[in-house]
């Protein structure tokens, strides 16, 4: 039956009486700290490119030249022709720099995760994800036969009574590794322990720890001092902080061979530009020979951290280039946001379904190419929406 458009308008309708309406801003220029967004000349702060690499000259000089060599479309799936040199010789530089034996190429992380999870699981067994877990785990956990629980969030005690209640059933753990709204770090060490005892599979999503955690940037599985034995499954996407697009899941070479054969999101779906690969080759060049890129990320994040205690701003604890100003409020979260950008910088607000009902904040993000002067501007704009002039809490 058709769905009644009176009960699409009515939901359009509550969208903006709860102030949860959505729009997309149209952007007119590369992504940076200052930006034309929508007509107006802002200084961002909610870009996930944290290492300033998404308008490199030399991603920029490969993008160019694989596509000179390739043309745009990689034309079919990969199973079909759509399989270019660049797609491989990226597979292998990734699996090289993440310790693992192979490593997969999905035109998404969205994809990665539901090819992935619809892959590994079946009826009769058992996913445990964080509450917090990214919506692509989420929906894929919801879309496999298997039965899912929710663990509360890092609590590892909790994850451990839901694993004792199914040691019936073959499981699988899933997590984020650095969680996207609020920026902490999954305890990974102890939930390698955990899963190991239960014999249970643990894929890890490190979508905002790639690149930026770690010796070499391989993320927070590499902080942690985990090995592919401990973490089976490795996911991270190509789109945040390697500047690019795209995403992969690394891990020994049966489990890579199994997903080719059986993840449906690599099988039935059109390889990613050969283009975006070459980028991608020389993205992870550029991650391992620069690493004053994430010393000067860390340092951004300290700066920013010092000042926005001193400004007294509710902020969540996090580690990360992810710093969410906690408000509550959609409707409050909403308005320091457009007070913000009517002081020329940009802070998008996060809302339900997002974040939790009542938990509305500013996810504030930090790049290796914000300079100090550009976080002082930041800062100087918080303390005038929330200091000087203190905001209505809604």
Same mark, same amino acid.
């Given at each position: 039956?058709?769905?009644?458009?009176?009960?699409?308008?009515?939901?359009?309708?509550?969208?903006?009486?709860?102030?949860?309406?959505?729009? #997309?801003?149209?952007?007119?220029?590369?992504?940076?700290?200052?930006?034309?967004?929508?007509?107006?000349?802002?200084?961002?702060?909610?870009?996930?490119?944290?290492?300033?690499?998404?308008?490199?000259?030399?991603?920029?000089?490969?993008?160019?030249?694989?596509?000179?060599?390739?043309?745009?479309?990689?034309?079919?799936?990969?199973?079909?022709?759509?399989?270019?040199?660049?797609?491989?010789?990226?597979? /292998?530089?990734?699996? /090289?720099?993440?310790?693992?034996?192979?490593?997969?190429?999905?035109?998404?992380?969205?994809?990665?995760?539901?090819?992935?999870?619809?892959?590994?699981?079946?009826?009769?067994?058992?996913?445990?994800?964080?509450?917090?877990?990214?919506?692509?785990?989420?929906?894929?956990?919801?879309?496999?036969?298997?039965?899912?629980?929710?663990?509360?969030?890092?609590?590892?005690?909790?994850?451990?009574?839901?694993?004792?209640?199914?040691?019936?059933?073959?499981?699988?753990?899933?997590?984020?590794?650095?969680?996207?709204?609020?920026?902490?770090?999954?305890?990974?060490?102890?939930?390698?322990?955990?899963?190991?005892?239960?014999?249970?599979?643990?894929?890890?999503?490190?979508?905002?720890?790639?690149?930026?955690?770690?010796?070499?940037?391989?993320?927070?599985?590499?902080?942690?001092?985990?090995?592919?034995?401990?973490?089976?499954?490795?996911?991270?996407?190509?789109?945040?902080?390697?500047?690019?697009?795209?995403?992969?899941?690394?891990?020994?070479?049966?489990?890579?061979?199994?997903?080719?054969?059986?993840?449906?999101?690599?099988?039935?779906?059109?390889?990613?530009? #050969?283009?975006?690969?070459?980028?991608?080759?020389?993205?992870?060049?550029?991650?391992?020979?620069?690493?004053?890129?994430?010393?000067?990320?860390?340092?951004?994040?300290?700066?920013?951290?010092?000042?926005?205690?001193?400004?007294?701003?509710?902020?969540?604890?996090?580690?990360?280039?992810?710093?969410?100003?906690?408000?509550?409020?959609?409707?409050?979260?909403?308005?320091?946001?457009?007070?913000?950008?009517?002081?020329?910088?940009?802070?998008?607000?996060?809302?339900? #379904?997002?974040? #939790?009902?009542?938990?509305?904040?500013?996810?504030?993000?930090?790049?290796?190419?914000?300079?100090?002067?550009?976080?002082?501007?930041?800062?100087?704009?918080?303390?005038?929406?929330?200091?000087?002039?203190?905001?209505?809490?809604?």
């Amino acid at each position: 039956m058709k769905k009644d458009l009176n009960l699409i308008n009515d939901f359009l309708q509550q969208q903006q009486q709860t102030h949860l309406y959505r729009r #997309p801003r149209l952007s007119e220029s590369a992504q940076q700290p200052s930006m034309l967004i929508d007509g107006q000349q802002l200084l961002t702060f909610c870009s996930n490119d944290y290492l300033g690499l998404a308008n490199h000259p030399k991603l920029i000089e490969a993008f160019e030249s694989a596509t000179k060599q390739y043309g745009v479309g990689s034309g079919a799936a990969h199973l079909i022709n759509g399989h270019n040199i660049e797609h491989q010789l990226l597979e /292998e530089e990734i699996a /090289e720099f993440t310790g693992r034996e192979r490593a997969l190429l999905f035109s998404t992380g969205y994809m990665a995760n539901l090819g992935t999870i619809s892959a590994l699981t079946e009826k009769n067994e058992t996913i445990f994800q964080d509450r917090l877990n990214h919506a692509s785990l989420i929906d894929a956990g919801r879309l496999s036969d298997a039965t899912m629980w929710r663990y509360a969030h890092n609590d590892i005690e909790n994850l451990e009574k839901r694993l004792n209640r199914h040691r019936d059933s073959a499981s699988m753990v899933i997590t984020d590794g650095v969680f996207s709204m609020d920026g902490d770090e999954a305890k990974l060490n102890e939930m390698a322990v955990l899963a190991e005892q239960n014999k249970s599979w643990l894929m890890v999503d490190d979508a905002h720890g790639f690149g930026v955690l770690g010796k070499t940037g391989a993320g927070l599985v590499e902080q942690q001092k985990l090995t592919s034995d401990e973490v089976p499954v490795l996911m991270a996407t190509l789109g945040k902080a390697a500047g690019t697009a795209g995403a992969f899941v690394a891990g020994d070479q049966d489990l890579i061979e199994y997903l080719i054969q059986s993840a449906r999101t690599y099988v039935f779906t059109t390889a990613m530009p #050969p283009a975006i690969a070459a980028a991608g080759r020389m993205s992870l060049r550029l991650i391992q020979e620069e690493s004053w890129r994430r010393e000067q990320l860390q340092q951004n994040i300290k700066q920013f951290k010092q000042g926005a205690e001193t400004l007294g701003l509710a902020m969540m604890p996090s580690e990360t280039a992810i710093q969410p100003i906690l408000i509550g409020s959609s409707a409050t979260a909403l308005k320091a946001s457009q007070q913000l950008q009517e002081k020329g910088i940009l802070v998008t607000a996060i809302r339900p #379904p997002t974040v #939790p009902k009542n938990e509305a904040r500013l996810r504030v993000t930090l790049s290796a190419s914000h300079t100090s002067l550009q976080i002082e501007q930041l800062l100087d704009a918080l303390a005038a929406v929330f200091v000087n002039q203190p905001i209505e809490r809604a």
